[in-house]
C-alpha cells in the first residue's frame, strides 16, 4: 500500500510569495505509526531539490520543544538558518500547540515572535551557536581560481575561514563594492575544506561575499549585501551564513555590547531576502548570545509519497 506523508513549501526570509528562499517542510508521521529512514528523508530531499527540507517530528509529551531535521539535496546539516526561521514561524503562527523552541542536531534553539503584541510576521530563534575564527589564511589565489571574473576586485578584499558551529563553515569574502558583488559567479568547486583548522574539518563549507553600508531604499537604512555561493549554486538566504558574518564582525569589532545587523541578499537572483541578526558581546571575544530573525510565507502544500527503503 503506498503511503503518504503530508507537505508544504515555505518561501523564507521574506513576506513575499516567490521572493525569499524555498524550503520544503515535510511532517513525518507520530512514533506510533511507521516512521521514515535517514535514505527515505534524503531521496524525499532530493526530490524536492531545494537548498533545504525540513522533516519535522511529531509532538512527544507534553513539552514545547519540537524536533527538526535538515536535508540538503545530498547530506543532513546541524544547522541552517532558512530551515530554522521557517519551521519557526510555521510554528509560531500556524500550529494548534505551543513550540518554545526547536531541536536540531546542532543544539536547542529557543523561538519567539519578534512583536507578538503587534502581530507582526518577524519571528526569532536563539541560535546555539560554537564560533571558530579559522587560523589558516584561506590563500588569494585560491580564491581568484575558484572566482577568476573578481580578480579585479580581490586584492582590496578581506578573506576569513569561519565556523558558526562545527560542520556549518563560511569563506567570508569582502568585496569593496556592489559592482564587484554582481560580478560573483558560481564555480567549479566548493573550497578547499583542508584549509580548515584541526578537529573541524567537516561539513558545508559556503563562500559567503559581502559588502558593509550599503542603502537600502526599502528598508530606509544601510545594510550589509550578501551572495552565498555553493559551488555551481546560488542561494538565494543563507541564514547560518549571515550568523557567522556578523558574529566574526562583531568579535573582531573588539568591543561589548549589543549589535544589530540588517542584511539583504538574493537580489542578483530576483529572489530578494531580509534577514537580521541581533548580537551580544558581554566579554571581549566572547558571544553572548546571537538571535536570528525573519518571516516566511507559505506557497504550496500537498502529499507526497513516501520512497522505498532500498
Same mark, same amino acid.
Given at each position: ?11 523564507? &526570509? ?12 515535510? /511532517?513525518?508521521?507520530? $512514533? ?15 526530490? /524536492?531539490?531545494? %537548498? ?26 546541524? /544547522? ?11 510554528? +509560531?503562527?500556524?500550529? $494548534? ?43 588569494? !589565489? ?6 577568476? %571574473? ?6 582590496? %578584499? ?10 556549518? %563553515?563560511? *569563506? #567570508?569574502?569582502? +568585496? ?15 573550497? !578547499? ?15 559567503? &561575499? ?7 531604499? @526599502? ?16 542561494? $538565494? ?11 566574526? +564582525?562583531? *568579535? ?6 549589543? /549589535? @544589530? ?28 548570545? #546571537?538571535?536570528? @530573525? ?12 513516501? $520512497?522505498?527503503?532500498?
Amino acid at each position: 500500500m503506498t503511503k503518504l506523508v503530508n507537505f508544504l513549501t515555505l518561501d523564507v &526570509f521574506t513576506s513575499k510569495a516567490y521572493e525569499g528562499n524555498p524550503l520544503g517542510v515535510v /511532517f513525518l508521521p507520530p $512514533p506510533s505509526d511507521f516512521q521514515l529512514t535517514q535514505r527515505q528523508k534524503q531521496t524525499i530531499a532530493h526530490e /524536492f531539490n531545494l %537548498s533545504e527540507t525540513i522533516f519535522v517530528h511529531e509532538k512527544t509529551g507534553t513539552g514545547e520543544t519540537r524536533t527538526v531535521d535538515i536535508f540538503t539535496t545530498s547530506e543532513e546539516l546541524p /544547522f541552517a538558518g532558512h530551515p530554522t526561521i521557517g519551521a519557526a514561524s510555521w510554528f +509560531l503562527h500556524h500550529a $494548534p500547540e505551543n513550540v518554545r523552541s526547536l531541536l536540531l542536531k546542532a543544539g536547542e534553539f529557543p523561538i519567539a515572535l519578534e512583536d507578538p503584541n503587534n502581530g507582526g510576521g518577524i519571528v526569532t530563534a536563539r541560535v546555539a551557536h560554537n564560533v571558530h575564527i579559522h587560523k589558516n589564511q584561506y590563500p588569494l !589565489n585560491e580564491v581568484s581560481r575558484l572566482y577568476p %571574473s573578481l580578480e579585479p576586485y580581490l586584492a582590496a %578584499s578581506g578573506i576569513t575561514l569561519f565556523s558558526i558551529v562545527k560542520g556549518m %563553515s563560511q *569563506l #567570508l569574502v569582502e +568585496l569593496p563594492s556592489l559592482e564587484a558583488l554582481a560580478a560573483v559567479t558560481t564555480a567549479a568547486q566548493r573550497p !578547499n575544506a583542508s584549509y580548515l583548522d584541526q578537529g573541524w574539518e567537516e561539513g558545508l563549507i559556503t563562500t559567503y &561575499f559581502y559588502v558593509r553600508g550599503v542603502k537600502d531604499e @526599502k528598508l530606509g537604512k544601510e545594510v550589509i549585501r550578501t551572495r552565498t555561493i555553493l559551488g555551481n549554486e546560488e542561494d $538565494p538566504a543563507t541564514g547560518s551564513a549571515a550568523s557567522g558574518l556578523t558574529a566574526y +564582525l562583531s *568579535l573582531t569589532e573588539g568591543r561589548t555590547g549589543e /549589535f @544589530k545587523y540588517d542584511i539583504v541578499q538574493g537580489v542578483e537572483m530576483g529572489r530578494r531576502s531580509e534577514i537580521g541578526v541581533d548580537i551580544v558581546v558581554k566579554e571581549a571575544g566572547k558571544i553572548e548570545s #546571537l538571535v536570528l @530573525k525573519g518571516s516566511a510565507v507559505k506557497v504550496t502544500e500537498g502529499k507526497i509519497v513516501v $520512497p522505498e527503503d532500498s
